[in-house]
């Protein structure tokens, strides 16, 4: 067993990515930073279009340049920066020492190679395997990830598979390799609670296993609170509040993750209480605004929000939130927002 | 309370030829009551849409009866029915980029049923329309774009609208908020819950987000591969489920709080539903259930009231005798006949 330590495994800081488009360039990730610790799991949660899957398809170099460009920032792997260099050590750290797995395993799965052969492939590119080891250490893979009859599975092309098995064998292929780092763009999103459950589980288990972080996208709060160490809250290609799943869930410190909480049942809402939804709809990416990207739906905005962007201030150690309600001057009026214990 | 529409026994299976037949709603019987919201949930392929879609028309029932208001409603509809039953019932769709014709402005999506329908002259219809792009929340200047012009939650907006405004009692909301970003469902949900009190309207709320249609709804029901294998009030279904097919989905639905997340012990449910072709007489949850007995894999449990009130009803054979909540014996018979 590995035990997690401190230092992060993936660092992410100041990403920058746009796409030149017909209508102008689209600012999709806005300086992003995140980082995530072995054997830890990172959330990035927020609204669809807020910039989720390009910044980790960028890290992945999934992105197409042109019409994308990664202007600023870096993604360090164990201290190397894979931005720009696709070769670490003459390895090729994508699908090696970081895997992905998206909503739709098909995206990820050949259907024309049975699903052991495939599997088998990253290990021979990936770690020089003979062809026969690589399918054997494939059908392991498949054992793994709980599918049954693994031995005959691998023999099979992907249309026999269930959508639930799909899903598995994709985590299979993207873990083949042990990867450090397991990148998981809103994996469950289309399954059913119950299917979601167990690949949930399944992930949990791995990273118990082998000591993988693990950065899940979702926009499901509840997906966030079952299986997430740290949280980073993303609002208009911005991360707005990061901390850990305790810091964001019960001392939210930014107005966008508190409408968020407020806009989705939880045990305690009843009919008498009721949800708060969060009016309008977020910025137009063409022409980002130069404050705070929130100020336009967010109920506590200052004179300030609007026109000058917000300092990321760490209201406690680890926990930061991008918002001028944590600026000195601020008004102290609201108590709605967590306001650090040192304050 | 004064029932609304009451399904009896509604079943529709699709033949798919050489003897097999999709089992896709087998046996339902759910009443609703007037200004009622009744939540329905389960898996993809339990037979959700089909049962909604039975119920008003778009599909033609393979048995059973479906009331409103008293009336017995056809079981295969003529495009007369559809025009003259069009003023009670609707449906509002999950999709709404496929659900909307791409090549119509908003004004005419939203004005249709008032076109089919006649009696409205022009200027009627126009007002009609603009009045109610202004009631779901979209300026009456929407009235001119097209579909692929508006965001998703805009486009569920007029959905809403083209199936509101004939002012129909029933509607039928199919998914409506399961393509939505979070904030913009709790918009969608406020918006519906308004007009259901501003206008009288009783609800059928078909969705797989459980603690959503625990909020929403009065009553919840609980589908599994075509059947009804639990009813009751939405907070005593989510918080006391009885069913062990509920109880799997209410463990495997996780709540936005990461305390109680780390407390729950998951019982998550292995496997995936079957499928519905040429289903067997027995429990239809007998092949995932953890609480499975020998009787379940060949009787074929009925829904029955298991709480005073007539308020809680469960197709399950742990609780046949009567409400009880204890198994059943395990001496019953274990060669019963199938089929
Ligand atoms: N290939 C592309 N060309 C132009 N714009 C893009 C491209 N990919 C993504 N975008 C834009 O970048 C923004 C962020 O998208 P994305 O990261 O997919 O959001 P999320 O995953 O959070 O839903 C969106 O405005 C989207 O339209
Ligand atoms: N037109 C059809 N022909 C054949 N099978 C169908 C048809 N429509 C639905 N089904 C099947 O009926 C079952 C129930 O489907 P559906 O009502 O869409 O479920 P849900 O809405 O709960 O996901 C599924 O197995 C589905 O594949
Ligand atoms: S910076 Fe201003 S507008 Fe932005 S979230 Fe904070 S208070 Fe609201
Ligand atoms: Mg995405
Ligand atoms: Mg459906």
Redesign the interface.
């Known amino acids: 067993m590995i035990v997690a330590n401190d230092a992060p495994v993936l660092d992410v800081s100041d990403l920058c990515v746009e796409f030149d488009t017909h209508g102008g360039v689209v600012q999709a990730v806005r300086g992003v930073s995140f980082s995530v610790r072995p054997g830890k799991t990172l959330a990035i949660v927020g609204?669809?279009g807020c910039g989720k899957s390009v910044s980790v398809q960028s890290i992945m170099g999934l992105t197409p340049m042109p019409p994308g460009r990664i202007t600023r920032g870096a993604a360090r792997l164990d201290g190397v920066d894979i931005v720009r260099q696709k070769i670490v050590n003459g390895e090729d750290v994508r699908g090696n020492r970081i895997g992905m797995i998206f909503q739709d395993p098909m995206s990820a799965l050949n259907p024309t190679m049975r699903v052991g052969d495939q599997i088998a492939e990253t290990l021979q590119v990936h770690r020089g395997m003979s062809k026969r080891d690589a399918f054997a250490r494939a059908v392991e893979v498949l054992a793994l990830v709980n599918i049954p009859d693994a031995d005959a599975r691998a023999r099979q092309f992907p249309f026999a598979f269930?959508?639930?098995m799909l899903q598995r064998a994709m985590i299979a292929m993207a873990i083949a390799c042990e990867p450090a780092v397991l990148i998981a763009d809103e994996p469950t999103t289309a399954l059913?609670?119950?299917?979601?459950?167990?690949l949930?589980?399944l992930l949990e288990g791995l990273q118990r296993k082998n000591g993988m972080a693990i950065v899940l996208i979702t926009?499901?709060?509840?997906?966030?609170?079952?299986v997430?160490d740290d949280v980073a809250v993303m609002y208009a290609g911005e991360i707005v509040e990061s901390g850990t799943?305790?810091d964001v869930?019960?001392r939210a410190a930014h107005p966008y993750t508190l409408?968020?909480?407020a806009?989705?049942?939880?045990?305690e809402?009843s009919?008498s209480v009721?949800?708060?939804?969060?009016?309008g709809?977020p910025p137009d990416l063409f022409r980002p605004p130069a404050g705070c990207g929130y100020a336009e739906r967010c109920p506590h905005a200052m004179l300030v929000c609007g026109p000058h962007r917000p300092q990321r201030v760490e209201v406690d150690p680890g926990h930061h939130a991008m918002c001028w309600l944590h600026h000195e001057d601020a008004p102290r009026g609201t108590d709605a927002v967590y306001r650090g214990g040192r304050a | 309370m004064s029932l609304l529409v009451e399904a009896r026994g509604v079943t529709k299976h699709f033949p798919l030829g050489r003897g097999k037949t999709v089992h896709a709603v087998d046996d339902v019987s759910l009443s609703i009551a007037a200004r009622e919201i009744v939540g329905l949930v389960g898996e993809s392929g339990s037979g959700k849409s089909t049962f909604g879609k039975a119920l008003v028309g778009l599909h033609d029932k393979t048995a059973g009866e479906v009331y409103l208001e008293g009336e017995r409603l056809p079981q295969r509809y003529t495009a007369a029915d559809f025009r003259h039953y069009a003023q009670r019932m609707q449906m509002i769709f999950q999709d709404p980029y496929s659900s909307l014709n791409p090549r119509m402005t908003v004004g005419e999506i939203v004005g249709e049923g008032l076109r089919l329908g006649g009696g409205a002259s022009d200027a009627q219809q126009r007002a009609a329309v603009a009045d109610w792009l202004e009631r779901v929340g979209l300026a009456a200047g929407y009235a001119g774009r097209y579909p692929h012009e508006l965001s998703g939650g805009q486009r569920q907006r007029v959905g809403i609208a083209r199936a509101l405004i004939l002012e129909p009692t029933f509607v039928v909301c199919d998914e409506p908020i399961s393509a939505l970003d979070v904030s913009v469902q709790a918009q969608i949900v406020r918006l519906l819950g308004e007009l259901k009190e501003s206008l009288g309207l009783t609800l059928l709320f078909i969705a797989h987000d459980l603690s959503m249609v625990r909020y929403v709804s009065d009553r919840m029901a609980v589908m599994y591969l075509g059947s009804l294998v639990e009813l009751g009030g939405a907070d005593d279904v989510y918080f006391r489920p009885m069913h062990p097919y509920t109880k799997t989905l209410v463990a495997s639905n996780p709540e936005p709080d990461p305390r109680s997340e780390r407390e729950r012990a998951t019982i998550p449910i292995t496997g995936e539903i079957p499928s519905p072709i040429n289903i067997r007489a027995g429990c239809r949850f007998a092949t995932r259930c953890p609480e499975v007995m020998d009787i379940c894999r060949t009787v074929t449990p009925e829904l029955r009231t298991v709480a005073a009130g007539d308020e809680r009803h469960v197709a399950c054979h742990l609780f046949e005798s009567g409400g009880l909540a204890s198994p059943a014996p395990t001496a019953l018979p274990t060669e019963v006949v199938d089929r």
């Open positions: 609204e669809s269930s959508g639930g059913d609670v119950t299917i979601q459950a167990q949930l589980e926009h499901d709060l509840g997906v966030v609170a079952r997430a799943v305790d869930f019960y409408g968020l909480k806009a989705m049942p939880s045990r809402t009919k009721g949800l708060m939804p969060i009016e709809a």
